[in-house]
Every structure is written in C-alpha cells, then in structure tokens.
C-alpha cells in the first residue's frame, strides 16, 4: 500500500483547497455555484472512495506520507489508518450528500461570495484533521476547520443574533483549541516529540495521562457539544446555511469524536478504569440535558442542534463503556462498546444532515423555520414530509431504522457491565443506562413535536399556506440519505463488520463477524443471548401492514367521504386553535421544568367584564449559562475593566512596572528549582 | 419436519392472538359490569363492534393527510409483529430470535410515535391535548419498562424473550427482591401504557380527562377498528408477558407434544383471565388520577426499575 492512499486523500483535499480561491475570483458569475458546489461533490466522493478501500482492505497497514510542510524540523505527517478511514467515509459521505443539496439549495444564497469559498475549505479542514499524524498538524487543520466553518456561520452576518453567534463560537472554539494544545505539549513532553508515532510509544505517568484526559474533553468535548459545553452549538449551527448547518452539526461534531478517540484510545495508552466514569457521567448528563433543551424549543434548526448535543451524548455513553471495559481488560466487551458508539457516530451523521436538509427544504420553501408559524406541510410538500419523517423515525431510535440498531448495542454493551469489578462503576453505568433509556423516549416525544407541529396540522400563516415543494437536487440527496437510513438499519451487519479492523485496532478485540448469519440477523454476543434482525422486523411489518389493508379493503369495506373535522362537535375554523410547539411541550415542562431549567408558569386572568385576554407566561432559565458562562463573562469584564487602568499611565509608572515585572521575572528563574 | 410444525405453532399464535384480543377486552368490561352490579354487555361485544366498523364507510376530516390514513395499518401492523413475538402457550417460537425484547418494547413505541402523530394531523385542539399527554406518559414509561428489562436481561442472561421465559421456568431463578420490584414496576408500566385506570379511562367520553381516545378522535370506520384491535393486542400482549415471565407455568417448551401444547393453551387461557379479572377488579377499586400524578406514578416505577437493576449490579443473587 506504502503512501499512495493518504497521497492520493491529500491530492483530493488539495483541490478542494484550490477550489477555494478560484470561488472567489469567479463569485460574480452565476457559474461559481454549480463549480464550487460540482468539484467539493467529486472531490468527497473521491475521498469516500479512497476512505471505504482502505476500511475494507484485508492487510490493514496504515498508508503513511510526508510532505515537507509545517514546522521543518518536522515536517507534516499524514496517515491513513482504519479509524481516520472511518471517519474520513463519515465526514466525505456528508459533505457529498451537502453539496449535492446545495446544488439547488444554494441559489436562493443572497451573497454567494461569503459561501462559497469558505464551503469547500471547511470540507478540507474536516477531511485534515483526521489525516493528520502530528500534533502541529492535526492543530492546524483543527483551526482551520474551525475558522473556515465560522466564516460559514458568519455569512449572514446581518441577521439578528448571528453576530453574536459567531462571536460565542469563536471564543469556544479557541478556548477548545487551547485545551487540545496543552493536551499535546504534555503529551509530546519536554523533547517535542510532536509526531503521533513518538508520542504513541511514550507512555506519560497517571497524573499527566488524568491530565490529558481532562484537557481532551474540554478541547473535543467543547467542539461536540457535551454538556456544559455545548453553549455556542444551538446558536451557531443554526445560523450557518442549511447545508451548512448539516455538515456541522452531523459531521463536525464527529470530528471532534475523532479528535476524542485518538487521543484517548490511541495516543495515551492504556487507559484506568476511572476515566471511563468522568466519560459516562457527562455523557450521560448530556444526553438527557440536551434533549430536555431540545424538547423546549420553536425554532426548528435550534431543535435540531439541541438534538446533536443529545446524540453526542449517547455516543460518549458508548465510548465511556468501552473504555470501562478496556480499562478492566474485558476486550470483547470493549470492541462491542466502541462498535456501538461509532455506528451511532456513522447513523447520527446521516439522519442529522437528512434532517437539516429538511428543514433548509422547509426554510427554502416558506422563509420560516419557526414552527409555531408552519404547519400543514406535508400537503404542500409531500416528498419533503416523507423525508423528513423517516429521519424523525431514525433518529427517535423506532426499528427498523438505523437509529435503533446501534441504541440497542448500547444496551447490550450495558448488559455486559455488572462483570465490572470496581464498585464506581456498578453504581453509575445502571443509572448512566437509565438516562440513555430516558433520552431515548425524550427523542421520540421531541421529533413528534418537531414533525406534527411543522408539518401536520393546518397551516398557522399565510407562508406556510403557499409552500412549494423543492428542486430535484435537494430532494435526491434527501432521498438517497433516507434510504440509508433504512439500509443502515436492516443490514447492520454489513456496517458493524465494516467497523470490526477499527475496534481491532484501538481495543485489541472485534465483535463477531455478522455477515454469515443467516437472514442477516446481527448476533452482538450468542446466540442464546440477544439477536436482532432489522430486515426481518421489516419485512413482518410491511407484510402484516398489507395483509390488512388488502383483507379489509377486498372483504370489509373501502369507502371513503371527506367531511369536516369532528373536533367533539366543536371545530373551530381558525387555525390558531391548533395545538403549538409550546404547549405541546408544556406536560414534559411541568415534570422536568422545574429542576432542569427553574421553570415558572402565571397564569394571568383578567376579572369578569374586563375583555382583556387570559395570558400564560412561561419563564425558563438556562441554568447551565447562569451558573458557569455568566459569572465567567461577569469576572472578565471586570477585570478588563480595572486592567483598563492600566493604559493611562504616566512614563514614570510605565518604567516602574517594566522594571518591576523583570524583577519578578528574574526572581522566577533564580528560585526555580 | 420440526421447521413445519414450527411454522405452524408461530402462525397458529399470529391468529391466536388476533382472536382472544377482542375477547379479553369484552370480559374485562364484562367482569368490570358485574362487579358494579351491572349486567354488562355480552363478551362478544367487541367483535360485533369491530365488524360494524369494518363495514362502515370512513369519514375523513377534510384537512388529513394521507399519513392519518396509512397510521391505523402502520399501528396495527407494529402492534400485530410485537403481539405475536410474545410466547403464550409454547416459548421457542420461530421467529423469536428476530426481535429481542428491546426490540418488542420499540415496536410498540413505534407504533405509539405514529399514533401521536395522528393526533396531531387533523389539527384539532382535542388532537393535540391527547398526543402531548401521550408523550409525556411515554417519556417515563419507556424508560421504566426498559429497566424492567434490564433487570429480567441481567438475571436470565439474556434479552430473548423465549430464553427468558424459558429461565423463569427452571428452578435456577429462586425468590428474588429484584424480581419482586420488576413485577411491580411492570404492572405499573402496563397500567400505563394500555391508558388504564388510574392513568386514563378508556371508558370515557370526557374530553378533558382522556388521552388515548382525544389521540384517536378524528378517526372513524376501518381505521377506528385497526386502532381498537391494535389497543386491544397491546393489553394482550402485556398480560401474556407478565403472564411468560412472572407465571410461567404451564407453558410448553420447544419441541413438546401435541398434549403439552394444549396444555399450554389451556393454561395461557386461564392465565389471561385471571389478569383480565385481576385487571377488572383494580380498576373498580381505585379513581382516575389527575394528569399530573401521573409523572409521580409512573417515576416510582422508574425507580423501582433502576433500583432492582442496581441491585443486580451489586450481586446477581439479589
């Protein structure tokens, strides 16, 4: 194999990068559009092509290159091993399906020139970062990713909020990249040994690996999304461009997945078994956290994007458990945990970008993503609606979808966890299962909410009234990510054998081979024990479904009248007497409400003979932003404001400070041991 | 030879099940009328009701879509593949391997996503108020019913439901607190789940005090009568799974003769009537609940759930 994959993956980013440039000499023309959007769909497919050979490659040597860039000392490393092949077939499955959307979504772009050259330089970024095989590498490309997607967000810079948006994002993203960079000096140590092959064979002590750990999920975990980090994620993947925000949200934040596995499973060695309980009490919490936030929105991008933050979570859930059992030695449960957690990675990516496209579909037809002004759509556009409804089915975990199948990994990988023998995690992992199973029906009740509200129902504003359906290049991609979503989860097999050299690689172990069991059932442990078969589950229902319609049509009766809604009699022509986003939410805010976000309700109502209307407020707080962001943003400002001081200095104290600080400086070095 | 007769036990459940459901239904209203001292209707009731719906036309709001009227298959079609996955009279069956009891579990939430889904097409406020309710109910039932099956999965090894079944035969089991709380648990979830008394009345025409019937308004004719068969499948189905995990004697093994398995019918018969009449006699006894004590229902057997699993994790004997 020797160089020519990761040579022939970096040629393909090249020119994406190349893209780039010649999208802003020819941003006037209408041709740009088509160009950009044409060579970043090529350019991903060649890429996903590369990324699927080298994941089904029987050897499994990693295909290495050295190109002289970056520091000279150095050098930039590239490799392209299974796990970054994984991902590279993750994020390049995306960004295909993105750009053929873009296709016909891109010409409602009110200025092209703040698109088009950062969409295929986000798309090397991504595709960078899980190349890279140095630190000084990986960190660029990780900026890079950062920034290009910031100009993404930015495009729109004029709208209310975005502004402030991008500016929340840009802080994270650097205190993220911060975090990685101090993750990698301690890991690179006092030589500098800055490529991944140095720092894999250099074992760092407990404390600095605990260490590393902390940093590595503050650095990925930030740009995931886990909660308490995952403040700038609902504000700004909303904010970008629908197709955008699909790459963000379903392939960025797998990225920073990327980031998290490398680090922690490849680069630090083996690991404790504490690790695992700091990684499943976050993931956890933000599974549950998340979708509680989810379930409270009316915006459909930022219900989308909570939602992210809620899937993020159950993968961590998945990861956590198989460091558990690596950290106690069990292999084979460990394959079985990560295999979870990277199918889910693999599942999140297709129904959240499918999901997106929707609602850039929605936001395309009607200008609106508020889903208290839609409603009806599924008349207007009926492909659309049937798109949309099989990634809510996916996503809300409902078999035969791909969704379920690596949910119910996970429950199967904690159904192995009471052979655990440390004591932590008996107590946590059953709770932490708990959560997952909550968010799990939380899911379920938010995309029915998201989908009945938007659209079913009658229409709640004249826009919504008038939707049309949408070009053919948005829907293709639609349909061609729906279909996977339905592969996905009646083979499972196929994409769990796909993954087996990837947990072979990072825990020593894989999960049966799943591709000669008959009827393609997926058989995670034996036999006797748990089996599952999605094609089967499929096949019963469509039949047993056909078998009734054609029974009672033929032997019963097919009549049909249309007549107005029944309503108890009481049906009211307005359509504002439908049920809304809120008040659909509004029983699961009064059980979780008050803890989650200090919820209060006041019911105002005017005395007899005043003609006022009754009114209900409700207030939420995010109380994750009142305890840690506001204090935080509140001590900075203060301290910028004394420090402010200190530029209206006269000469003399000007010198004496100077003079001062290089005393202290000096006395540092003196007494330093 | 043994795949025939295997075809056949899995088919003769498919339609066995499709058969009793309406019957369940009809002697729990019966046993329910004659403990009020009423007469009751007779306990064919619910067929005759099914077939006058069946022949009726249906009269479709003006404003549905054509997903109100895939729902009513959708629905039955999910709740029919999960019935008929449930061992009742023999364990072992054909197709149990396709589908392991978190499979089951989200079957039937799939076909409650639909359902809430049909709430909400019409656009009507009754609509809307019955799906809320709906998903919120569901949002701590599910959960608890899926810790109920860790705790079953963590003492039968396994989450197959016929292995299951098939270790709560054997003497391995042995009295267990776990078990007790699991029970319990689950028949709260069930309560629940079938919107029986205390969680919501199926008997009511109150709008303000029903769930599953505001969901389910709009619908007339065939698709009312799928709705009412699916609902009458799912208390079928809980009572046979109480029934193949709790009691599970009776019940036929894999392979067992002609002799066993009416045995077993007979048995699984009496079963559903015993949980039918148990059923009846606790919905006489206790008053509806308000909407919002149903959280607090339904969080205790969540907790009674992650308490026999976390019992479990701390020894496999409790």
Request: hydrophobic content about 60%; aromatic content about 10%; proline content about 5%.
């Amino acid at each position: 194999m020797g160089s020519l994959m990761a040579l022939l993956a970096i040629m393909c980013i090249a020119a994406l990068i190349a893209t780039a440039p010649v999208a802003i000499a020819m941003s006037n023309f209408p041709l740009a559009r088509p160009i950009v959007y044409g060579a970043s769909l090529a350019a991903s497919l060649a890429l996903l092509i590369i990324a699927l050979t080298v994941l089904t490659q029987p050897s499994g040597v990693p295909s290495v290159a050295v190109l002289p860039l970056g520091l000279p000392w150095l050098g930039a490393h590239f490799r392209l091993d299974v796990l970054s092949a994984f991902f590279l077939a993750v994020i390049n499955l995306g960004a295909a399906g993105a750009s053929l959307f873009a296709f016909g979504y891109g010409r409602k772009e009110h200025a092209p020139v703040r698109v088009l050259p950062f969409y295929p330089a986000f798309l090397a970024g991504m595709s960078l970062v899980v190349l890279a095989d140095d630190a000084f590498t990986f960190l660029v490309s990780w900026e890079f990713m950062s920034l290009s997607s910031w100009a993404l967000v930015m495009a729109r810079h004029r709208e209310r909020d975005n502004a402030y948006a991008g500016y929340v994002y840009l802080i994270m993203a650097s205190f993220g990249t911060l975090a990685l960079l101090l993750a990698f000096g301690i890991l690179a140590g006092a030589d500098g040994g800055y490529a991944f092959a140095t720092i894999r064979a250099a074992h760092p002590s407990a404390g600095l690996a605990a260490l590393v750990l902390i940093l590595a999920l503050i650095g990925a975990g930030s740009k995931a999304g886990l909660v308490p980090l995952h403040v700038w994620l609902p504000l700004a993947h909303p904010a970008a461009p629908s197709h955008v925000s699909a790459l963000m949200s379903g392939v960025m934040t797998k990225v920073a997945v990327y980031g998290f596995v490398r680090i922690v499973f490849d680069l630090l060695g083996p690991p404790e078994w504490w690790w695992s309980m700091v990684v499943l009490a976050l993931g956890g919490t933000t599974a549950v956290m998340g979708l509680l936030y989810a379930l409270m929105q009316r915006d459909l991008k930022r219900l989308l994007a909570y939602s992210t933050v809620e899937n993020i979570g159950i993968i961590f859930i998945g990861l956590g458990l198989a460091l558990a059992f690596k950290g106690h030695g069990m292999e084979f449960a460990a394959a079985l945990a990560l295999t979870a957690g990277l199918l889910h990675v693999f599942n999140h990516s297709i129904f959240k970008s499918l999901l997106f496209f929707g609602v850039g579909a929605v936001l395309n037809a009607t200008g609106e993503r508020d889903m208290e002004r839609l409603g009806g759509l599924i008349h207007r556009m009926p492909q659309t609606a049937f798109v949309f409804l099989v990634g809510c089915a996916a996503i809300s975990a409902l078999p035969p979808l791909n969704g379920f199948v690596s949910e119910w990994l996970t429950f199967q990988a904690i159904l192995l966890s009471p052979q655990i023998p440390s004591w932590g995690l008996k107590f946590l992992v059953p709770a932490v299962g708990a959560l997952l199973a909550l968010s799990a029906a939380l899911a379920a009740a938010c995309f029915v909410k998201a989908y009945g509200v938007t659209f079913l129902g009658r229409p709640r504003t004249p826009t919504a009234e008038r939707a049309q359906e949408v070009d053919q290049f948005s829907l293709t991609a639609m349909y061609v990510f729906a279909a996977l979503c339905l592969v996905a989860g009646i083979m499972p097999g196929f994409f769990i054998d796909a993954l087996a050299p990837v947990a072979q690689s990072l825990v020593g172990a894989r999960m049966p081979f799943q591709s000669g069991i008959e009827w393609l059932s997926i058989v995670p442990i034996a036999q006797g024990r748990s089996s599952y078969n999605g094609l089967l589950v499929f096949l019963f229902i469509v039949s047993s479904g056909m078998i009734a319609a054609f029974a009672i049509h033929r032997l019963a009766s097919d009549k049909l009248r249309r007549g107005p809604a029944w309503d108890c009699g009481y049906p009211d022509a307005s359509p504002v007497t439908q049920y809304t986003a809120d008040s659909f939410s509004q029983p699961i805010r009064r059980v979780f409400g008050a803890v989650v976000f200090a919820a209060r309700e006041q019911v105002e109502i005017p005395p007899p003979g005043d003609l006022r209307p009754a009114r209900l407020t409700a207030e939420l707080r995010d109380l994750i932003w009142d305890w840690l962001y506001a204090p935080v943003a509140g001590g900075v400002m203060f301290s910028a404001d004394r420090l402010n001081r200190l530029q209206f200095l006269t000469i003399r104290q000007f010198l004496s400070l100077v003079f001062a600080a290089l005393v202290i400086l000096l006395l540092v070095l003196a007494i330093w041991p | 030879m043994a795949v025939i007769l295997d075809l056949t036990v899995q088919g003769a459940q498919m339609l066995l099940v499709l058969l009793l459901a309406p019957l369940l239904i009809g002697f729990v209203r019966k046993v329910k009328a004659r403990l009020l001292r009423r007469q009751g209707p007779p306990l064919i009731q619910p067929y005759r009701d099914l077939i006058r719906l069946l022949r009726k036309e249906v009269v479709l709001a003006e404003n549905a879509s054509w997903l109100f009227r895939v729902i009513p298959y959708l629905i039955f079609a999910a709740t029919w593949v999960a019935c008929s996955l449930v061992p009742t009279f023999r364990t072992g069956l054909l197709f149990s391997w396709s589908a392991d009891l978190i499979a089951i579990i989200a079957l039937l939430g799939s076909a409650r996503f639909f359902l809430a889904l049909a709430g909400l097409d019409v656009g009507t406020s009754f609509g809307g108020i019955g799906s809320s309710r709906e998903v919120m109910i569901a949002s701590l039932a599910e959960p608890a019913m899926l810790m109920i099956v860790f705790t079953l999965a963590l003492i039968a090894g396994s989450t197959q439901l016929s292995t299951m079944a098939g270790y709560m035969v054997s003497p391995a089991v042995g009295l267990r607190v776990s078990l007790g709380l699991a029970l319990i648990a689950l028949i709260m979830v069930a309560i629940a789940e079938n919107a029986r008394i205390p969680v919501d009345n199926p008997a009511t025409h109150l709008e303000l005090t029903m769930v599953h019937e505001a969901m389910v308004l709009e619908y007339s004719g065939r698709h009312l009568a799928l709705i009412d068969l699916s609902a009458s499948l799912k208390l079928l189905l809980y009572i046979s799974l109480i029934a193949c995990l709790f009691a599970p004697w009776g019940t036929a093994a894999p392979g067992a003769v002609p002799q066993a398995l009416a045995i077993g019918a007979a048995a699984y018969i009496g079963k559903l009537a015993a949980g039918g009449f148990l059923l009846a006699l606790f919905e006489i006894s206790i008053a509806k609940m308000r909407v919002f004590r149903v959280p607090e229902f339904l969080g205790a057997a969540l907790m009674l759930g992650l308490l026999a699993t976390l019992l479990l994790f701390v020894s496999r004997n409790l």
